[in-house]
């Protein structure tokens, strides 16, 4: 598998918002001072096995 370079790595980081990323994908964040957390899922929607 060919590996991404640094540099590649660096731009990326730069330019995408991890939140954004992360809300895109359907997952709630919430602020909590200084950082941003997701509300851990319920015990009724986990997967089994």
Do not use: C, F, N, Y
Request: hydrophobic share 40%; no cysteine.
């Amino acid at each position: 598998m060919a590996r991404i370079p640094d540099a590649e790595i660096e731009r990326l980081k730069a330019e995408v918002s991890l939140v954004r990323l992360v809300e895109a994908s359907g997952v709630a964040l919430e602020k909590r001072g200084a950082s941003t957390s997701a509300a851990a899922r319920s015990t009724t929607t986990r997967r089994r096995g």
